[in-house]
Every structure is written in C-alpha cells, then in structure tokens.
C-alpha cells in the first residue's frame, strides 16, 4: 500500500527553511514506530534536510539529479512510476514522506494518508499542503498523541 503520512498545522503548513517548523517528540516517535520496516520515499530537499539515511527502513529518494549516491537502505529513483513498481516487490508499506512536490507528484497513488494534525498556525511557514489533498478520502480511524496532536487514518474513497 501507498501511504502519505505527514504532520501538518492548522493553516496547512508542513515546512520552514527547509525544515519541520515545530518539534514534537510525540510525533516524531509516532512517525518512526510506524515507518520503521517498511519503505519511507521522499525527494531530494527532504532528504537534505535529514542529513542521513533513516535506520531500519528503505530510504528512496526521488530526484532527476545524480548528486545523491545509492547506499545501504538508499535507493535512488527518478519517477513515481519507478515507485509504483518497487512498491509491487517489496514487503510492508511505502510511506510518501515529503516534501510539498513530492506529496503532489504521488496525490493519485496514494491509498491511505496518516495525517497528524498540529494545534499551532505557522505564519511563517514556506512550505504547505494544498487545502483539498484529502478530498477524496474518508477518516476512519483517529487517535491522540501528546503535546494534543491527532493523528486522522484516511482512506481513498474513490479513484
């Protein structure tokens, strides 16, 4: 399954300089127990901005340059398509973990979106998600981490 998975505030921010523009443990601990195992794909800023390969998962990296070398856990891709079809070989899930034009390039392939939702509003962000990415799917399931985040498990409803 493909899924998007991304913490966003309540004016739809999700970046800053490059960066998370907040800091959450309770998220992030949320984030790494439930991508560990499985696949996580980001583009190229995300994977700047990370600084390294994140243990116990594949890490793909999404990029039309050649200045990220394949590694241990690191994969190199050009394309959704690429990612669609690692997606048919690989065990567990594939997680969509950002950016902004990462998000948009997957918008159609995304089965699942794992949404946590951030209590703060960002005015300075630079980075957001579009007001109706989640037009097409449905919450069913939710839960509550600390620091009042929730967590939305949406499902696509039609495609």
Same mark, same amino acid.
């Given at each position: 399954?493909?899924?998007g998975?991304v913490?966003i505030?309540?004016n739809?921010a999700i970046?800053?300089?490059g /960066?998370?523009p ?5 998220d ?6 439930t991508t ?14 990370i600084g390294k390969?994140?243990p116990?998962?594949l890490?793909?990296?999404? &990029?039309?340059?050649?200045d990220i070398?394949?590694g241990e856990n690191v /994969?190199?891709l ?5 990612v669609?079809?690692l997606a &048919?070989n ?9 950016g902004a034009q990462i ?7 995304i089965d /699942?979106?794992?949404v &946590? ?6 005015p300075?962000?630079? &980075?957001?998600m579009?007001k =109706?990415?989640?037009d =097409?799917? #449905? #919450?069913?399931?939710?839960? #509550?981490?600390?620091d009042?985040l929730r967590v939305r498990i949406?499902?696509?409803? /039609?495609?």
């Open positions: 399954m493909i899924v998975i913490a505030a309540k739809f970046g800053k300089d /960066k998370l907040w800091h959450h443990s309770a992030l601990k949320f984030f790494k127990q560990l195992g499985n696949t996580v794909v980001m583009g190229s800023n995300t994977w700047r901005s390969p994140l116990g998962r890490n793909v990296v999404i &990029t039309r340059g050649s070398a394949e /994969k190199v050009s394309s959704v398509d690429q669609a079809e &048919t690989m065990p567990g899930d594939i997680f969509i973990i950002g998000f948009a390039s997957f918008a159609s392939v /699942k979106w794992i &946590t939702d951030v209590p703060d509003d960002v300075d962000a630079d &980075t957001f579009p =109706d990415f989640l =097409d799917f #449905e #919450e069913r399931d939710s839960l #509550e981490l600390a009042n949406l499902h696509r409803v /039609k495609k």
